[in-house]
């Protein structure tokens, strides 16, 4: 570091050329560097020629074979997967369900007509559970009521204990 101060005693005297040199004939052969060029030119062209032909080629022998891509495919039937399968229009498809859903909600119908079952509108359901109230089994003589059982602190609702 101290020579280079020594050397160049303000900022401009490195860009002072110094005398005798000049451009370095020995770093680079442009005529070499041209050659390459020129081969990898033609090279590139070779090969995509190349490629080109032999593409064009295997399109003309896919059409020329008729043997089916796949062994299990010789049927011309199209068989559909099992179920559940893709859907096409999922939207439509749920709105539809949705519609027969709300419509089985609130109409009547039959479920079984041999059997005689029918479905009701959930309100008129509803309805008439709370006149008819829900069936309940009847007690047995023996047996105390399930409302006069209670469950133990420690056994977690195992365990029934009847009420004092």
């Known amino acids: 570091m101290a020579h280079e101060h020594a050397a160049h005693r303000t900022p401009d005297d490195e860009y002072v050329e110094t005398p005798g040199s000049s451009y370095e004939h020995t770093d680079a052969n442009v005529w070499a560097v041209v050659k390459l060029g020129a081969w990898l ?10 490629i080109g032909v032999m593409y064009r080629m295997l399109i003309e022998r896919a059409k020329v074979t008729t ?8 049927s011309a039937d199209a068989k559909l997967p099992p179920e559940p399968r893709l859907q096409a229009q999922p939207a439509a498809e749920i ?12 109409g009547y119908g039959w479920v079984d007509k041999t059997a005689g079952v029918v479905h009701i509108p959930i309100e008129e359901a509803m309805r008439l559970t709370i006149e008819r109230g829900l069936p309940a089994r009847a007690e047995e003589a023996g047996q105390p009521s399930a409302s006069s059982m209670l469950a133990t602190d420690s ?8 009420r004092r």
Not at 41 to 50: N, P, Q
Not at 67 to 74: H, I, S, W
Not at 95 to 106: C, I, M, N, V
């Open 155 to 162: 056994s977690a609702g195992r365990v029934m204990e009847k």
């Open 41 to 50: 030119i033609v090279t590139a062209i070779v090969v995509h020629f190349g």
């Open 95 to 106: 709105s539809d369900f949705r519609a027969t859903e709300e419509q089985r909600l609130h």
């Open 67 to 74: 043997e089916q891509p796949y062994p299990l495919a010789v």
